[in-house]
């Protein structure tokens, strides 16, 4: 971590009301709980802004990002979208759509099983997931700005010794 120390904020405000208040409600991950809920939530309000220029939702990002991201030929079968977004199979279908509708994604039978359906992005859903994609990471960054890489790198380190939910490993 970077050796300057950071003024003191609202959260640090909030503890030490806590602490002469009821210091029982502290406990070690009191603060760390806080700062990661205020940033998500800003993070989350970058994206949200973000997306609105492209005219997206939040379920419509995902998909494009999980096709684009499935390299070329940018395709995938609709159980394996919705497993990669973590939609039901209903709200996948009803995304996709949306987003066949608008030229974004089209769908075309796998050849090698004639029930099966591929999703795939067309030039204009490719192009629109990488202004999004480039964009959303843009408005990241801003969230972070003036914080030096070194103490970035050193939180996401450290926050991998929390297990993400639905994970199944194991701490390290």
Do not use: C, Q
């Not at 202004?131 to 070194?150: M, T």
């Not at 939180?155 to 639905?166: D, F």
């Amino acid at each position: 971590m970077s050796s300057s120390t950071p003024r003191p904020d609202r959260v640090d405000e909030l503890l030490d009301t806590w602490h002469r208040e009821l210091p029982a409600v502290l406990g070690p991950s009191s603060e760390l709980a806080k700062r990661v809920m205020l940033l998500a939530a800003a993070l989350d309000a970058a994206t949200r802004r973000e997306l609105t220029r492209y005219g997206l939702t939040g379920a419509e990002f995902d998909i494009l990002a999980a096709l684009r991201r499935a390299g070329k030929p940018y395709r995938m079968k609709p159980h394996e979208v919705g497993r990669a977004v973590l939609l039901s199979s209903g709200g996948t279908t009803n995304t996709l759509n949306r987003l066949a509708a608008r030229g974004l994604v089209d769908r075309s039978p796998d050849p090698d099983d004639g029930r099966s359906m591929f999703i795939r992005l067309t030039p204009e859903g490719v192009e629109l997931a990488e202004r999004a994609l480039l964009g959303n990471a843009a408005a990241h960054a801003e969230v972070f700005d003036g914080v030096p890489g070194e103490d970035l790198d050193a939180a996401a380190h450290a926050l991998r010794a929390v297990p993400l939910p639905g994970d199944r490993g194991r701490r390290s």
